[in-house]
């Protein structure tokens, strides 16, 4: 055992290898980022980064903080309680994720590793899809911020909702929530009857009358068309003139 690395670089082999079964990737995250932890942790200082959520859900922010107070542990696992003695919320993860921060011999602990390797591996997401901006930025600003002021709002709405084709011209109905829901449904409602009707027509469409499971049958073309073929001459011509 000790000619391989000793028993603790063994079973680091073995997580690693047991991480591909049942698409358990996770647990390989840490050792492609690991290098840059430091790195990241100074980013997501206040004094370099200040990320913000852009809802009321900063689940992954709290998550953030809670990696940086122990930020300088070096055990294996790490408090699962925040300051206030709250566990750490972080539901916003995926199975595999809290299945691999979660040691079920350690209760009330976070695997730090992985833990950190899920906080920004979230953060990450966040940022990209704008649930957390970073002030002061462009690229990563407050989507919030851009918005229209609502009395702006107010004076375009009737021609806005005109041009988009929510509302007839001088139609004076007030547009709100219930408004929207229900003129979007009318319209599944329409795109639905219309299908319906044009199924026994619809050659291409076959739905299984056991399972329900509709299915389109292999287009097939009719030939190349006449402008295809004159693009493909035009095409071989210009190779041919090429010295």
Same mark, same amino acid.
């Given at each position: 055992?000790?000619?391989? #690395?000793?028993? @603790? ?7 690693? &290898?047991?991480?591909?079964? #049942? ?34 859900? +900063? ?12 930020? @300088?542990?070096? #055990? ?6 925040? $300051? ?38 979230? /953060? @990450? ?7 957390? @901006? ?9 989507? +919030? $911020?851009?918005?229209?002021?609502? $009395? ?6 009737? +021609?806005?909702? &005109?041009?988009?084709?929510?509302? %007839?011209? #001088? ?5 709100? !929530? ?5 003129? /979007? ?5 329409? !795109? ?8 026994? %027509?619809?050659?291409?469409? &076959? ?37």
């Amino acid at each position: 055992m000790d000619g391989f #690395g000793g028993f @603790a670089k063994q079973y680091e082999q073995i997580e690693k &290898v047991s991480a591909h079964h #049942g698409n358990f990737w996770v647990l390989l995250l840490y050792g492609q980022i690991g290098r840059d932890r430091a790195v990241m942790f100074d980013l997501a200082d206040n004094d370099k980064l200040k990320f913000t959520v852009t809802s009321e859900d +900063s689940r992954v922010l709290d998550a953030l903080a809670h990696a940086q107070r122990h930020q @300088a542990a070096r #055990g294996d696992y790490i408090t699962a309680f925040n $300051e206030e003695g709250k566990e750490v919320d972080i539901s916003f993860a995926t199975q595999n994720w809290r299945k691999a921060v979660v040691d079920k011999t350690r209760t009330g602990q976070f695997v730090r590793k992985h833990f950190e390797a899920m906080v920004f591996t979230a /953060l @990450a997401e966040e940022l990209r899809t704008g649930d957390v @901006a970073v002030v002061g930025s462009e690229e990563y600003a407050d989507w +919030s $911020e851009q918005l229209l002021a609502w $009395e702006v709002v107010q004076e375009t709405l009737g +021609s806005y909702l &005109v041009e988009v084709g929510l509302a %007839e011209q #001088g139609e004076s109905a007030e547009f709100d !929530a219930k408004f929207f829901r229900r003129q /979007l449904e009318d319209k599944l409602r329409g !795109a639905a009857a219309a299908a319906d009707a044009g199924y026994p %027509e619809n050659d291409g469409l &076959v739905i299984d009358p056991e399972t329900g499971i509709p299915s389109l049958k292999a287009f097939r073309a009719d030939g190349q068309r006449p402008s295809a073929k004159r693009l493909e001459q035009e095409i071989r011509r210009g190779c041919r003139s090429v010295p």
